[in-house]
């Protein structure tokens, strides 16, 4: 039986029902602005990232709504980051299954299997709790974290993700050979390129407004991203090669610091001999950006083959390391 | 409102059940500065000190756990941004909710409040979006600081006030964060 509205009990546990109580001047042109805002038409969003999001809260049907929205990709992505899914298909290999557990993996907390597509968030008629996207190991300002391959990620705060700026530094003395930095990355908008002190660009997607900009502090080369921008970054993968396509002693480490100088380390000397290896790649999971340990020799070709083993295949060419663009 | 000065809100308007607290600013021009501006708010517990990160509201986590306090994607109206209050989410343990104003650190290109032509917060009433108070000008006291505490809503006697602080860091958002406790 369904019961007067005009009598129900409240519900606050529904936020959006509170919002809509509130008196309105005109006619919302749809349910979904009644849901965003109370006072007025607001667009939806579906990267909006909400505090509530990550929140296990499960009775609310926001935490529906919110899987529904997400692309398809994100599951995948978080699949991928989260050591439930097999690395990223490689050009000329088939995709892996993407349900395939991991038994190395120290991230995949839950037993439950995660919806992995939008479809079936859809499909879920009653209000299902929001299943935690990846585990939470965390670090706090001033701290210091080593990322390993068997503990391979670090998933910082939506305040770690948006203030100031990321910066990843390559800290590896001259014996290694002649390495340099750069990265490669997709943003929401669909631009993908590389930045690289080396050749190529400097600032990506474009040097007016960069999100990422790559440089040289004192000895070592650094890749900046502005997290004022963070909103429109998906992924990133940073690499190394050798200028002169030599073999590289790896060592050294891989530095990311955020601005509340917390220290995410990870040593290179157990990369496998080559000229190009891809060293950590992030990924803006809701908000909360995913610092994932690679530490993969790319054996076969340079930077545009690095790029395209990790999926970013949207990027022309110019030759097999500087982009078209 | 000048500076230090306070209004209050549920006295004057009885029944006032949340505020829109909007955000205008001209950067004349100075496009680094205009995309580098972050509007933010922080919940507060009575030591005067966010519980957690989640109590940071900004363009990267748009609500509060409880959404108690929600910036909006696009602002409604006049104001460049705004971020609402829905008092009867407040948690009772939060006692104030600090509205900030700070340059995102960018240090190929530096820039600082001292730019600004003109920084102005106002108060609406969530229910019909009328302007309660606005502050004063609070630009021209601006130089090389980074960030500024432009105002407080805070609870009084089973009610809620609002304050124009306009207090400006040199330190910019870091200064902002070690002060009302945000984990960096």
Redesign the interface.
Known sequence: MIGDPTSAPPRPDL?FL??RS??K?APAESQVADFV????P??P?HT?????AA?PRPSSSLDLSEQATSPPADSAVADFVGGRAAHPPRHGEPAPAAATPRPSSSLDLSDEPIPSSAQSAKSAQPPVPALPLHADTRI??GEQHLLTLKEPTVTL?????????LQIEAVCSPEVGDLRLGAVYHLHDGASSTVQLAGGSRFGPSSS?PVL?AGRDDDYEVVRI???S??LLERVAIYAFSESRTELTWGGTLVIT???R?RVELPLETLHPGRVAVLASIYNLD?EFVIRAEMETIYDGDVRDAARAYGYDRITWRDDRLPAD | MKRGANVELTREIPGL??L?LGMSWNAGGER?LD??L?FAAILCGADGRARS??D??????????E?SVHR???A?GSDREQI?V?F??VPTEIDRIVVVLYV?????QRRTLGQLRSCVIRVLD????RELVRSEELAPAFSAETAVALGEVYRHQGGWKFKVIGQAYDKG??GI?SDYG???
Request: no cysteine; proline share 8%; hydrophobic share 35%.
């Open positions: 936020g509170r919002h509130h008196p001047p805002s109370g006072r007025a607001h667009p969003r909006e990232p909400t505090g509530a929140t706090r300002a705060t939506r305040v770690q993700s948006g203030v100031g700026q407004r900009a502005d997290l004022r963070a909103r955020t601005f509340g917390a908000g | 059940r949340g829109v680094v995309e580098s972050v990160d989640r940071f509201v900004f363009f990267n986590q748009l609500s509060s756990p959404q909006l994607e696009e409604l609402e829905d009867a989410a995102n650190d960018n240090p190929a969530l229910a019909n979006n958002i870091a964060a945000i984990p960096l």
